[in-house]
């Protein structure tokens, strides 16, 4: 019976509003995880999976962009750009750079590319426009947020002075952010003229781009080639195995703290309702009926904790990216769906102790 | 479920004894009882505190087995019925007035009359027919969305018994209905319950050790140290 759910939930009025806003924090919790987890695979990846190459060309033994080293020379470019079916070849050059902000260094993922064609630039922009000159950069939108920085402000890197002409989107990795300068400023900024990280490859229409793979690596035995689909794999299998534990762990805590409660909370409700629950057994309840209004009990606590937590959660993202900007949070439906069903699953788990604890209240008790 | 019924008794304890086991010790709380209630018959244990009065009335609604003897339950034996099937019966053939009422705090009085109606497998529209009708018929009609904590002893005790009867029960177990009541409250409840017998037929078997409500009953029983004697009016009883 729902009512006698209910009332057995409010009859101790701080004790439910606590639970309530226990689970919610539990619930806000998973939902930022989730969310930051978004955040960070769309701005590690987003790069590689808007560029329009069909090939990606690394060293050997390179195989993503994220988390390992790639060096090239214009050697591979000339040889790259002469095989037959290539329309295009754009080399791009990787650099962690230490900015000096007056907030103290901050580092960077400077990327050089070449804005005439634009293949390596930044996925998308959120402010200004892209590259015309050398003396010029474009920020990650959170990384300028942070540093309050905004289009026109100049900002030392290394020793030169870049003026900010375009914010980008899609380019936060939450521990680094990218930002977009020419090919010729990045091997300015890094001594040497001949060097890239890696070539973004286009096919001519109508040529299958692994056959094209087969003849540049028949030309070249010091790189590795990916196409679009396995490179993007690649870099999205690197990202999470770098941030996935961390976040099972936490979503793990998550968890358990919120079954506990849950737990905790019901079993105390049983106890102290023992001979409502005696009364209604010596009356004949049925075997499911008390069982029922436990798993009531923790749907409703879990269900009101959920609302309370939809309520938070969107204000409180806004204070958190207002906050800490390069905190990427991306939220979606399918993430509130999967977090309602977790806690639904949780909750329904944490009534396992307390109905245990209904098998050791008698009918008898009602007539000592 | 299959209910036998013998003649028009509804429950028979036959040679009954029950002991409880402690850390050791063993405690007969019935010794070789043997006792019947039938349909149309008020029914009075009498006897002291720890006589065994509160083991007869559990064995006699199944919630638990006899150490020896039989006990039926509407012409069944008692250990013949499944758990669940015990539980059919007390939800809708047996009906409970306890000491203290023990009514449902969180639930309203018509829910706390409903409950039960609900576990016998009443439907709504039925339920609430009946609960009005013996709400009405006990005078808390107008209490029906009060909660137990606000009623007075009395209308506590009135409802208490509508519970009992709204089922439809044809066998009433009351343990110590007038223990926490005024003299002349826990009079009322005994007429209730006498009334019913007559007009209804229902079986009711009172446990007190109240003497007035003996003027009531139609048979008066004593139990003393677990065991069972007839009752003769201004006399002590033979065991």
Redesign the interface.
Known sequence: ?I??AL??LL?QHLRFILTVFGIALCVILMLFLLSIYKGVSVGSVEYVRESEADLWILQRHATNILRSTSILTTYHGNVIKKVKGVKSVAPVLFILASLKMEEGPATIYLTGFDPETGIGGPPALYKGRNLTENNQIILDRSFAAKYKIDIGDRIPVKDETLTVVGLSTGTNMFVIQYAFITLKKAHSIVGFPNIVSCYQVKAEPGTDPSDIANLIMSELSDIAVFDQKSFLANNIHEMESGLLPLLYVVACIGAVVLTAILSLILSVNVLE?R??YA??K??????S?IPGTVIQQALMLAGSGVTVALILFFPLTEVVEKLSPEVSVISSLIQIIIVIAGVGLISLISSFIPIRKLSNIY??E??? | MKIKKENNCVARLVNVTKVYNGAGTETAALKDVSFQACAGEMVLLLGPSGSGKTTLLTLLAGLQQPSAGEVYIYGQKVNEYSSKELQKLRAGRIGFIFQTFYLLDSLTVLDNVLLVMKFAGVGRTEAQSRAFHFLDKFGVKHLIHTYPKALSQGEKQRVAVARALANGAEFIIADEPTGSLATNQGMTIVRFLQDSVKTEKRCVVIASHDERIAGYADRVLYLHDGMLGEHRRGQRPEI
């Open positions: 019976m009512m006698f009332k057995t009859a309702r001979k409502d009364i209604m010596a009356l004949g309840s049925p075997g009926f009918p008898l009602v007539f000592r």
